[in-house]
């Protein structure tokens, strides 16, 4: 299972990490805000998703840090299954 911390730093920037609330979990599994400098996602979920949804919204700060917004959604959600996918099939992430 993955380990979701209470903040990571991404770049210069320290994210908090929180649960989704009220009416964004029922629009959103995850958002990610580098003004707020937040990751929200909706921890009730069970893996695989939460997993994938929060490497999701740390590839979303990663490209907003790193690649100046670059990467599109698509792209975005193709490269948190991947590494998602990854980590567990290699054990960095315990499924």
């Known amino acids: 299972m993955i380990h979701i911390p209470k903040k990571v730093k991404i770049g210069p920037y320290e994210?908090?990490?929180?649960?989704?609330?009220?009416d964004e979990q029922a629009d959103f599994w995850g958002r990610h805000s580098?003004?707020?400098?937040?990751?929200?996602?909706k921890k009730s979920m069970g893996e695989p998703?939460?997993?994938?949804?929060?490497?999701?919204?740390?590839?979303?700060?990663i490209d907003e840090t790193?690649?100046?917004?670059?990467?599109?959604?698509?792209?975005?959600?193709?490269?948190?299954?991947?590494l998602y996918d990854f980590l567990t099939n290699n054990k960095i992430f315990d499924k």
Do not use: P
């Open 15 to 22: 994210y908090a990490v929180k649960d989704l609330s009220g």
């Open 34 to 41: 580098l003004e707020d400098r937040e990751i929200r996602i």
């Open 49 to 61: 998703h939460l997993g994938i949804v929060y490497l999701h919204e740390v590839l979303h700060a």
């Open 66 to 82: 790193h690649c100046g917004k670059s990467l599109g959604e698509e792209q975005i959600h193709s490269l948190s299954y991947g």
